[in-house]
């Protein structure tokens, strides 16, 4: 049942990603986009992590994609932009060829390493939600703080940033 | 119960397309857009690593990494409404300003 859903998140987001990348207008880009974090937050159900599906759909899908889309509505993009650089097409061969080899690797790589303390039967007892947020305000409290600093430094940039200039006031006199 | 390396192999898959629209695209928004994707592939590799492991360390990093999306795109789409004002394009080859 798991393999049938995998399955299917990842078919589907990898084509979404495709469809992000390859199509023209940039609104339907948007769109494909959000249609990619869904998926990729199917990911986390089956992976056990259910605070990050609700912060993925929360946070990506419902705050930075309107972010984007907002902002393509208020530019009114032409879509009439080259796909290629002339000199990317040199580039092409390979990055395939070597993000193949690449693929190749994590095939056939085990990945062992020492178990942490979070096994998933005790996860399971109090919810993940519960888990993250113990460790989150006992061993991560310093980088919590640190992100909630960085997001008002964004804030306050996005702002200034974007402000309407005034013209300046010339004194004459 | 599936193999780690299935989501490490998406994960990879999703990466690479992400940094081919980085490298191909023209339009600043789709770029960022790009990013986006190539930061949902790194977050998917760090849950299915912390499943796996049994870590917890993994989602949390995880929840950071969401944070300074956010951050990132607010940032990224007032730099391009300024630069909008000035040149009426939000073509990358066109934002020269600073190369020498």
Same mark, same amino acid.
């Given at each position: 049942?798991?393999?049938?859903?995998?399955?299917?998140?990842?078919?589907?987001?990898?084509?979404?990603?495709?469809?992000?990348?390859?199509?023209?207008?940039?609104?339907?880009? #948007?769109?494909?986009?959000?249609?990619?974090?869904?998926?990729?937050? #199917?990911?986390? /159900?089956?992976?056990?992590?259910?605070?990050?599906?609700?912060?993925?759909?929360?946070?990506?899908? *419902?705050?930075?994609?309107?972010?984007?889309?907002?902002?393509?509505?208020?530019?009114?993009?032409?879509?009439?932009?080259?796909?290629?650089?002339?000199?990317?097409?040199?580039?092409?061969?390979?990055?395939?060829?070597?993000?193949?080899?690449?693929?190749?690797?994590?095939?056939?790589?085990?990945?062992?390493?020492?178990? *942490?303390?979070?096994? /998933?039967?005790?996860?399971?007892?109090? *919810?993940?939600?519960?888990?993250?947020?113990?460790?989150?305000?006992?061993?991560?409290?310093?980088?919590?703080?640190?992100?909630?600093?960085?997001?008002?430094?964004?804030?306050?940039?996005?702002?200034?940033?974007?402000?309407?200039?005034?013209?300046?006031?010339?004194?004459?006199? | 119960? !599936?193999?780690?390396?299935?989501? $490490?192999?998406?994960?990879?898959? !999703?990466? $690479?397309?992400?940094? +081919?629209?980085?490298?191909?695209?023209?339009? &600043?928004?789709? $770029?960022?857009?790009? =990013?986006?994707?190539?930061?949902?592939?790194?977050?998917?590799?760090?849950?299915? &690593?912390?499943?796996?492991?049994?870590?917890?360390?993994?989602? +949390? =990093?995880?929840? &950071?990494?969401?944070?300074?999306?956010?951050?990132?795109?607010?940032?990224?789409?007032?730099?391009?409404?300024?630069?909008?004002?000035?040149?009426?394009?939000?073509? =990358?080859?066109?934002?020269?300003?600073?190369?020498?």
């Amino acid at each position: 049942m798991i393999a049938v859903f995998f399955s299917y998140f990842a078919l589907m987001s990898i084509a979404a990603a495709v469809m992000t990348v390859a199509l023209k207008n940039p609104v339907h880009c #948007g769109l494909a986009l959000l249609a990619l974090l869904l998926h990729v937050s #199917g990911f986390f /159900v089956l992976l056990n992590a259910e605070f990050l599906w609700a912060v993925q759909v929360i946070v990506y899908a *419902g705050a930075i994609l309107v972010l984007y889309l907002f902002v393509l509505m208020l530019l009114n993009l032409k879509t009439d932009e080259r796909y290629f650089h002339s000199t990317y097409l040199y580039f092409l061969t390979p990055a395939v060829l070597g993000s193949l080899y690449v693929i190749y690797l994590l095939l056939h790589s085990p990945f062992a390493g020492a178990k *942490g303390d979070a096994p /998933v039967v005790a996860v399971l007892q109090d *919810g993940d939600t519960a888990a993250i947020g113990i460790k989150m305000f006992s061993d991560y409290l310093l980088q919590f703080e640190i992100v909630g600093v960085f997001l008002l430094g964004a804030i306050i940039g996005a702002i200034v940033l974007a402000k309407t200039p005034k013209p300046l006031n010339l004194r004459k006199d | 119960m !599936l193999p780690l390396s299935a989501y $490490v192999a998406v994960s990879a898959i !999703l990466f $690479v397309i992400g940094l +081919l629209g980085v490298l191909i695209r023209r339009n &600043f928004i789709i $770029v960022l857009m790009s =990013v986006e994707i190539m930061l949902n592939a790194a977050n998917i590799n760090l849950v299915a &690593f912390s499943h796996y492991l049994e870590s917890m360390a993994g989602q +949390l =990093v995880a929840l &950071f990494i969401i944070a300074i999306a956010a951050g990132e795109a607010a940032i990224g789409l007032a730099i391009i409404i300024v630069v909008f004002r000035g040149k009426l394009s939000t073509n =990358v080859d066109e934002m020269n300003l600073l190369k020498w």
